[in-house]
């Protein structure tokens, strides 16, 4: 059987042409995964704005707080996805209050579960440092605290508005879990932007 010159010509640029893809598309998925094996410290960093305790002393008059956050990789990685929502990623950040009432600084750990590709909840827990009241030191237009440091809860509704940026629906509160005496804890709510690196 002959092959006329035409077909074997478009045969060969076919063929050729092919490779040429592949070999672009190996060289994109070789530069990934390499990209990807490249251990990475930062894993997004969040600010926004919340109101500060709004149903108690500190917030009757609408006071609020400038927020940040910077939430590092985690330490290792599960190979399924379910696994690895119980890995959590540590964290760092602090609420500045406009009003100079109650400001602090804390770190913890974060859960994020996916509940869709574009919508997450996340959860978090740890510590946090407070210029606040304490028992010892009576300020009129600030909660009593107990003590510093306390323990901080948060949990957070997020949407994804790109791979990189996310918006998010935030609580937050710190209390003494019982340790200190007069202890009245603080809530916060807020929105806060996420940029993922």
């Known amino acids: 059987m002959r092959i006329s010159p035409a077909i074997g010509l ?3 640029i076919l063929t050729v042409g092919s490779s040429g893809v592949l070999g672009s598309d190996f060289k994109r998925q070789a530069a990934s995964s390499q990209a990807r ?3 990475s410290l930062l894993s997004e960093f969040r600010f926004g704005l919340s109101a500060q305790d709004p149903w108690g002393t500190e917030g009757r008059d609408g006071s609020a707080n400038l927020t940040g956050e910077i939430l590092f990789a985690k330490p290792f990685t599960a190979s399924d996805l379910f696994t690895s929502y119980f890995i959590p990623r540590p964290h760092v950040g602090g609420s500045l209050n406009f009003d100079g009432r109650t400001s ?4 913890g750990l974060s859960w994020t579960i996916d ?4 919508i997450f909840v996340e959860g ?10 304490d028992s010892s030191h009576p300020l009129s237009d600030r909660k009593t605290l107990g003590c510093s440091p306390l323990f901080r809860e948060s949990g957070s509704v997020g949407v994804r508005l790109s791979a990189n940026w996310s918006v998010l629906a935030t609580i937050e509160h710190l209390s ?3 340790t200190c005496s ?3 804890g603080l809530t916060n709510i807020g929105a806060r932007v996420g940029y993922s690196f």
């Open 104 to 107: 602090f600084a804390y770190a």
């Open 124 to 133: 978090s827990f740890g510590g946090a440092v407070h210029n606040g009241k």
């Open 176 to 178: 003494d879990g019982g």
């Open 182 to 184: 007069e202890s009245q």
């Open 10 to 12: 478009s045969l060969l």
């Open 37 to 39: 094996s490249q251990p």
């Open 115 to 118: 509940v869709t590709p574009d």
